[in-house]
């Protein structure tokens, strides 16, 4: 059965809205895991938008299932994962004026570079995965690159501007699953997922793990983190392996 993972990082942008110390996204993350999370994201914004160094560093020592970090390409984050030692890290692209990861990352031109930047993660140990679009070529170099996981970018989806589009955008996807795991590569789903448009995603096998943030602490505001990660957590319980 897929696993659910809860990005927390939506805890930390109503705590920067006043740049104070509630709420705290340490508690969150215990109480997702509590409520049926495998493990939890933070995405270490190179503008520190919403998660924070120290909240990187207290996650490290109160995580008790996997911490996932997100990340963008550079020499500071490559650093700091080698200190941090996550279970994973998801190597994602980052532009300063986005409001949120707007796309995959480009691949196919960073080919060398991400295949040595990967290589040095594994080398201390780390899983590695990277986030893109459901593109042949670029699924076609995150293989070559020596990722274990991919991560595909289903924002593109979760916006559609209408029920055509969002088939579209679905059988994108749903191709970019079946080549990936063609190439040998281990799926993952994530960005902009629902408790409703989920629900397409039910009948197709072999995906490891969904990353859900926004619209699980969106619902928490109302329920609470407990039910709004059990809620999720059971829809993907009827979901096939
Ligand atoms: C890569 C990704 O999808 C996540 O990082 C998520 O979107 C939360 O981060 P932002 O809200 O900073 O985009
Ligand atoms: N990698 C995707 C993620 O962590 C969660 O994205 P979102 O549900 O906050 O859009």
Redesign the pocket.
């Known amino acids: 059965m897929p696993s659910l993972v809860v990005?927390i990082?939506?805890i930390a942008?109503l705590r920067q809205a006043r740049l104070g110390h509630e709420p705290e996204p340490v508690t969150g993350a215990h109480l997702a895991e509590l409520s049926g999370a495998v493990g939890i994201?933070c995405?270490l914004?190179e503008d520190r938008?919403?998660?924070q160094d120290r909240d990187v560093e207290m996650l490290r020592k109160t995580i008790n299932t996997r911490m996932h970090l997100?990340m963008a390409a550079t020499d500071e984050m490559h650093a700091i994962c080698l200190k941090t030692q996550p279970y994973m890290c998801?190597i994602?692209?980052?532009k300063r004026q986005?409001?949120?990861?707007e796309g995959g990352m480009d691949v196919v031109s960073r080919e060398a570079e991400l295949t040595e930047f990967v290589k040095e993660i594994h080398a201390a140990g780390i899983r590695s995965s990277l986030?893109i679009d459901a593109d042949p070529e670029q699924i076609e170099a995150t293989a070559r690159v020596g990722c274990e996981f991919v991560?595909i970018?289903t924002?593109h989806y979760a916006d559609a501007a209408d029920y055509k589009q969002e088939e579209i955008e679905f059988k994108k996807i749903a191709d970019g699953i079946a080549h990936a795991q063609k190439l040998g590569l281990k799926v993952n789903l994530?960005?902009?997922l629902n408790y409703t448009n989920i629900l397409r995603f039910k009948n197709i096998p072999g995906i490891c793990e969904y990353?859900i943030?926004?619209s699980i602490m969106s619902r928490a505001i109302f329920t609470g983190i407990p039910v709004a990660v059990k809620e999720m957590r059971d829809i993907i319980n009827t979901f096939v392996d």
């Open positions: 990005n990082d939506h942008t994201i995405h914004r938008r919403h998660i997100e998801c994602v692209p980052e986005e409001l949120t990861t986030f991560e970018h924002g994530g960005h902009g990353s943030g926004h």
